[in-house]
């Protein structure tokens, strides 16, 4: 369950799959929380497939892009750390979500109607056709539950590794941001000016200790 906006919590700092958290570092938060949305309200069901040149997408770090005079976060899960959707999104039910974000990034552009986008190089399946699956949509989508419905469906990321499936880069996930949070750094103080900076966003702030 993910939290509701305006509760003063911060997500766990416990080892990720793609790691721990580094002192000094800020990271784009949706903590977990009693009574909060479910994930499923977040995933975007079928996947939407982009072109990572298209939109200037980084492999590394996060990408800006403004829409309707609003700045989002476009930020691609590696595969190196989560190979499936389905991995992410366990971990998101378990620990919410924390994805690091550059200290030089405009700040400024960020507020209250900003997102956190998330894309996967394997949230489409192209030939989804191909691969009938037993489960039931998770999103609930109407159209999904018809059993006439053989196309993408956010379903076949729990029956991944699909041998033969034609993958795309697609937004898996798109995510209120409840705040920015940033890792003390006792030793050197570093994490002084990254907090200065991330208080330019229209957002919370909240130091962690991890």
Do not use: K
């Not at 305006?6 to 416990?14: A, D, F, I, K, R």
């Amino acid at each position: 369950m993910t939290q509701d906006m305006g509760e003063t919590v911060s997500t766990p700092g416990g080892r990720r799959r793609c790691g721990v958290r580094q002192p000094g570092a800020a990271y784009l938060a949706l903590p977990l929380a009693p009574g909060g949305r479910p994930v499923e309200e977040f995933l975007v069901d079928p996947p939407q497939v982009v072109s990572r040149d298209s939109l200037g997408l980084s492999a590394i770090g996060v990408t800006l892009v403004e829409r309707e005079g609003v700045t989002h976060v476009l930020d691609i899960v590696g595969r190196e750390h989560y190979p499936t959707v389905a991995s992410f999104i366990e971990e998101l039910r378990r620990m919410g979500v924390s994805r690091r974000i550059s200290r030089n990034v405009d700040f400024a552009r960020l507020g209250a109607d900003s997102r956190l986008v998330l894309l996967h190089e394997h949230a489409d399946i192209a030939n989804a056709l191909e691969f009938p699956s037993a489960r039931r949509c998770p999103c609930e989508r109407e159209e999904h539950l018809d059993e006439s419905y053989r196309e993408m469906c956010a379903r076949l990321w729990a029956d991944e590794p699909l041998e033969g499936a034609a993958h795309r880069l697609g937004i898996f996930a798109v995510l209120p941001i409840a705040q920015i949070e940033v890792v003390r750094a006792p030793a050197s103080r570093g994490h002084i000016d990254t907090r200065r900076r991330a208080a330019q966003a229209a957002l919370p702030v909240v130091e962690v200790d991890r």
